[in-house]
């Protein structure tokens, strides 16, 4: 069945420092890859996704890159402030019988430290 | 503008009996997508709607059911509970049949405890 890998599981960075993410994804017809980030006692919140069509794509201090062939996407969070700490989603959606289907990874939690 | 809500907040159940989870979407979303998420794990798909029928089930038993009404709210029910059911269940809306033009926007979820 369908499968999205997240690594790491846990990622530890200095204010200032990049914090990069990485996930996998095992369903081929995949087409839309967004990321979510979630603080707690919330609900996850969209940050940035990304098409099959595009390669790279850029909003401020994220970024996300896709890598169809290898079925590889990866998050990329610049100037990392402690606001960042948090829970981060990727998932990837494929068409499903009548609609669509987003499978999550398992998160990495971010710790950003001042 | 408000966002997705969902109702009840918390909730604590025994084993056995059933709950209704309640969601009302984003103004305008004609979909509506439930996910449950067990401490430290990413949400797993439970149902999507979209249009008041049923448009993707994922792999759990019949014990989970769920309708979309005209307004495009939902309910989301779980007969016979078990320890195991104990998450949060998340509720998600997007504008259509979610997808590249159509995320997913979320609710703060539902805490279910099973006794």
């Known amino acids: 069945g369908e499968n999205v890998e997240q690594h790491p599981s846990t990622l530890s960075v200095q204010e200032g420092d990049s914090a990069v993410i990485k996930c996998t994804y095992s369903?081929?017809?995949?087409?839309?890859f967004p990321w979510y980030k979630q603080e707690l006692g919330k609900g996850p919140q969209l940050i940035i996704d990304?098409?099959?069509?595009?390669g790279e794509k850029k909003d401020q201090r994220i970024a996300v890159t896709l890598n169809k062939t290898a079925k590889h996407f990866s998050l990329h969070i610049t100037e990392t402030q402690p606001e960042d700490s948090a829970v981060y989603f990727c998932?990837?959606?494929?068409?499903?019988?009548?609609?669509?289907?987003?499978?999550f990874g398992a998160g990495t939690r971010l710790f950003v430290k001042a | 503008d408000a966002g997705v809500t969902q109702s009840p907040t918390h909730l604590i159940k025994t084993r056995g009996q059933h709950v209704t989870l309640r969601c009302s979407p984003i103004?305008?979303?004609?979909?509506v997508s439930w996910y449950q998420q067990v401490l430290g794990q990413g949400p797993q798909f439970i149902f999507q709607?979209?249009?008041?029928?049923?448009?993707g089930r994922g792999n759990f038993p019949d014990r989970f059911s769920a309708r979309q009404f005209p307004n495009y709210s939902s309910e989301l029910n779980v007969n016979a509970l078990l320890l195991g059911d104990s998450a949060l269940y998340l509720c998600?809306?997007?504008?259509?049949?979610?997808?590249?033009?159509?995320?997913?926007?979320f609710g703060n979820g539902t805490r279910l405890t099973v006794t």
């Open positions: 998932a990837a959606s494929m068409v499903d019988t009548g609609g669509f289907k987003t499978i």
């Open positions: 709607y979209y249009e008041k029928e049923e448009r």
């Open positions: 998600a809306s997007s504008l259509t049949r979610a997808g590249m033009d159509s995320p997913l926007h």
């Open positions: 990304i098409r099959s069509n595009v």
């Open positions: 103004s305008g979303h004609k979909s």
């Open positions: 369903d081929s017809a995949s087409n839309y």
